[in-house]
């Protein structure tokens, strides 16, 4: 019995171990292909990150405190001096990439205290009494005894204030002039937000004590229902009157307001991203790209029967959607299409978990007025009808996931795309996303396998290009629109108009994108990241790949290694260039542009 036993564990073992032989080197289970950096400054970027952390989740009133960014100047002068202590020429090449890395995140965290600065005192004469709030919340955190008949008379004081400084407000705006409403929109959207922020660290400060101090409790809680109730009612005064915009607007572009920086504010953005080019150098490069996009899209309207009417194509492709309760299966579908045309041509290294484990969901239809295409990552969201929408949203809805443009962009979120990008994101260099996670890396790099399955013929149809040429189209008119109004040349409802008549979308699906742009979720940069990143990336990759120096694989293996940093450092890292304590972005990759007004 024994040795019958013996006989068929020493055959399974046999089996098992031939079946380890027989995986992949990068196979479930093998961790061969791990993180082996071994950066000088990796210890310092950690700690910096981790007690910034901190330091965040402690000070948590943003309005009517200087506490908070006292604080973080504080801090971040102590960043900036133990990396003045690191011998920069003794650093290896990483060190120095990260030496780099950190010394400009420094410098825009004091521009980003600046800036909130300037705009706190431009939004103060709507919050006049932050300061009331800022105070009781500050002496919760730092576990003050609470006495509550103070607390009672300070809620009543505070109802008082939103009283009247709804008074000096209405007062503003009889006397306001035309030509001011622009500007009160926009200091007046901040305001909302801030005042949101108030209201939230309010409830926080009186739930604290509520039901757990008996005596605060019978002492102030009528007159925090009282403040409460004063201070959400100037909330919706400042979001109708001031900022303009109301929940019964949805529709519309008239509850798109934003928060434009203006040139220098951009100007500080870029250099924080180290892009060489002005705003207006890189509406110049968008503009060019749109007449090459143009001068294709005519190319396959005429293979398509419409001429140079490439208006017609566009809107040929959007009658080519599935019916409803079939557009999971052609996500699902085009997705292993891609994954097998990487695989085909050995492009990228996708780890068999990566390929394992993204998800599907269906996107609610409220979200799918802000984002009326699909999303991606680990777990892509669909975009697609639901049975409680009116005819009209569900024909928008279907029009712009049709079959074409799906079929351009599901990569995009998934393999080669998003998805194996945030799979690499945590496993290599880390640290670095604290403190970069630059959009020009994160969407650039799924824009440039757009860039790159184009030339490689991936889209084999004219319909399949006229697809994609939409979405190149698009981030086209991303980088026009976004910095066009943050130099103050474009207003929503312009780039709204934008999108329609240059790129064809549907106008509920180009306001939902302008709403999502301006809606305050993103950098200002982020919508001119995708086209800009993409076209970085390809130009590196033409530079080392076009001439043999890297494989496909091998180049894009070694930028998912890099983590979501400026490309510019990746290019660094990537051609070993000899770089200084002082290095500062240079590289035109895309030549010399003369802006055009």
Known sequence: MHRKLRATLSVLLTAFFCLETALPATG????????????????????????????????????????????????????????????FDTLSQEGKIDYILFRNSLDHDFRMLQREAAEQSETAPYLPFSGSIATLERSRRKMDPVDGPAAARALDSLTNEIDVARKAVETRLRAETPEAVRSRRVIGNRAVMEANGLRNNLRAWFTFYDGYDPMFTWWAAEAYRGAESALNGYVTFLSDRVAGATAAKVSSTDDIVGNPIGRAGLMSE????????????????????????????????????????????????????????????????????????????????????????????????????????????????????????????????????????????????????????????????????NISGTPFLTEGWSLYWELLLW??????????????LV????????????????????????????????????????????????????SPLYQAAYLVGGLQLKALHDQLVGPGKMTNRDFNDAVLRENRIPIELIRASLTNQQLTKDYAASWKFQGEVIPVD
Request: overall charge neutral; proline content about 6%; hydrophobic content about 35%.
């Open 270 to 433: 870029l250099a924080y991203e180290m892009i060489p080019y002005t705003p207006e150098q890189l509406i110049a490069i968008a503009n060019k790209e749109y007449a090459w996009c143009e001068k294709e899209m005519m190319r396959a309207s005429r293979e398509m029967g419409f001429g140079d009417d490439w208006k017609k194509a566009v809107e040929k492709i959007k009658t080519m959607y599935v019916e409803p309760g079939k557009q999971p299966a052609l996500i699902r579908d085009l997705a292993r299409e891609a994954e097998n045309f990487v695989a085909e041509f050995d492009l990228v290294t996708v780890p068999p978990v990566a390929r394992e484990t993204w998800r599907m969901e269906m996107m609610a239809p409220d979200r799918q007025l802000v984002t009326p295409f699909f999303t991606g990552g680990e777990v892509i969201s669909v975009s697609y009808p639901v049975n409680s929408m009116t005819y009209e949203q569900k024909m928008t809805t279907m029009r712009g996931n049709n079959i074409p443009m799906s079929r351009a962009t599901v990569f995009h979120e998934l393999i080669p795309g998003h998805h194996l990008q945030l799979y690499y994101s945590p496993r290599f260099k880390p640290y670095r996303s």
């Open 28 to 87: 479930p289970g093998d961790f061969s292909d791990t993180d082996n950096s071994r950066s000088e400054l990796r210890p310092l970027i950690e700690r910096f990150s981790l007690d910034r952390g901190n330091i965040l989740r402690y000070y948590t009133v943003t309005t009517g405190s200087l506490e908070r960014r006292d604080r973080l100047k504080r801090f971040y002068e102590t960043g900036q001096a133990a990396l003045a202590a690191k011998n």
């Open 471 to 522: 979405w190149h189209m698009h981030r086209c008119a991303r980088i026009i629109f976004s910095l066009s109004f943050h130099l103050g040349k474009m207003s929503p409802a312009e780039a709204v108009d934008f999108l329609v008549d240059r790129v064809g979308f549907e106008r509920e699906n180009a306001a939902g994108e302008v709403r999502r742009s301006f809606g305050g979720a993103y």
């Open 455 to 468: 030339d490689m013929k991936f889209q084999k149809t004219p319909e399949d290009r006229v697809g994609a």
